[in-house]
């Protein structure tokens, strides 16, 4: 069965950080361009970071540009979302998603997780 599982979210105080990880079973990740989405309540879902297969340039929201950072582990089949300087307004649910394209159209991705719950509060 092919899936994919976030962990590492949680409560954080504004100014925090936190790492999340989305790990792959029953597929390579290698081989996908992986994206991480978001969804506050009452919110549209939006793109936080992507990177591509290959492990390029990666991309960020404005909104988390200089705070957040992609990465992947391919030898772990895992890529891990970084992030500092957190905010009130990043609460949100975060998806990871694999596809065959980096980008922030969430309707390209072909597998997501179930999502993990981040709350930025003091």
């Known amino acids: 069965q092919l899936q994919l599982v976030e962990s590492g979210g949680g409560l954080v105080q504004p100014g925090g950080s936190l790492r999340l990880s989305c790990a792959a079973s029953?597929?390579?990740?290698?081989?996908?361009?992986i994206g991480w989405f978001r969804q506050a309540p009452g919110k549209e879902r939006e793109g936080v970071s992507c990177i591509s297969s290959r492990g390029g340039t990666p991309y960020y929201a404005s909104s988390v540009k200089g705070r957040f950072t992609i990465s992947r582990d391919n030898a772990k089949n895992t890529v891990y979302l970084q992030m500092n300087s957190l905010k009130p307004e990043d609460t949100a649910v975060y998806y990871c998603?694999?596809?065959?394209?980096?980008?922030?159209?969430?309707?390209?991705?072909?597998?997501w997780g179930q999502g993990t719950q981040v709350t930025v509060s003091s």
């Open positions: 029953g597929f390579t990740l290698d081989s996908y361009a």
């Open positions: 998603a694999a596809g065959r394209t980096a980008s922030f159209a969430f309707w390209q991705y072909d597998y």
